[in-house]
């Protein structure tokens, strides 16, 4: 049972680079969702999706993208890195969303950019 | 918008002391409300979990949780600390039933 799993784990970028984290469920949630943890701030919420096709802006999206094509998958595009998005990257999926649904998360993807 | 505070950064308890942990909210309705855990370098785990009924809520790793409606809090509590319990510790709030909003986290430290 895989539950959540992000990739890469550690990434280094030079600014104006462009990547994506993958992250994957197969737990057939339809609830998926990105963070960024940085110290101090807690998790805030970058992107989520409510199913296949649907997806919608969290509290910081600026500087991402993402996309949801299949239940499974839920990647996270930063189209030209910054230093401010350094940060731990972590993926979450839920059964039900928030109502009533507990978020399992991924191990989380370490990202520096110099 | 929905928020949450978790007025202690950092807590150093001693090993076998109890713990409490402070969560405040602002919510216009009934919350559903989260206490995770995460371990160094790890991502988070639900301990426990409020959407109605009995205001006190067990957990697992012998966490408790009680809702008080009128203080707007939902403090994490364990009678006994165990060196296992160092990390950091994230109160959420559903937002409206779209997505999750986790206050800032407070940091555990247990003395031995």
């Known amino acids: 049972n895989a539950g959540v799993t992000q990739t890469p784990k550690f990434q280094v970028l030079k600014t104006g680079q462009s990547m994506t984290l993958q992250c994957a469920q197969d737990?057939?949630?339809?609830?998926m969702s990105w963070y960024r943890q940085d110290p101090g701030m807690g998790l805030r919420l970058i992107h989520y999706?409510?199913?296949?096709?649907?997806?919608d802006q969290g509290e910081v999206p600026n500087g991402y993208n993402v996309s949801r094509s299949t239940t499974e998958d839920f990647p996270l595009r930063l189209l030209s890195a910054a230093p401010s998005q350094t940060s731990v990257y972590f993926c979450?999926?839920?059964?039900?969303?928030?109502?009533?649904?507990?978020?399992?998360f991924g191990e989380g993807s370490r990202l520096t950019v110099l | 918008a929905q928020s949450v505070t978790q007025p202690d950064i950092h807590i150093t308890v001693s090993e076998g002391a109890s713990l409490e942990l402070r969560c405040n909210y602002s919510?216009?309705?009934?919350?559903?409300l989260f206490w995770y855990v995460q371990s160094p370098g790890q991502g988070l785990q639900l301990l426990l979990k409020?959407?109605?009924?009995?205001?006190l809520v067990q957990g697992i790793k012998g966490f408790e949780a009680e809702f008080k409606r009128s203080q707007s809090s939902f403090n994490l509590r364990k009678p006994s600390v165990h060196w296992s319990d160092a990390a950091e510790y994230f109160c959420?709030?559903?937002?409206?039933?779209?997505?999750?909003?986790f206050g800032p986290g407070t940091r555990l430290s247990v003395l031995p």
């Open positions: 737990m057939n949630h339809e609830y």
């Open positions: 959420a709030v559903d937002n409206y039933g779209q997505n999750f909003v």
């Open positions: 409020y959407f109605s009924g009995d205001t």
């Open positions: 999706s409510v199913g296949a096709g649907i997806t």
């Open positions: 979450a999926s839920s059964l039900l969303g928030s109502r009533g649904g507990e978020l399992f």
């Open positions: 919510y216009g309705a009934t919350p559903y």
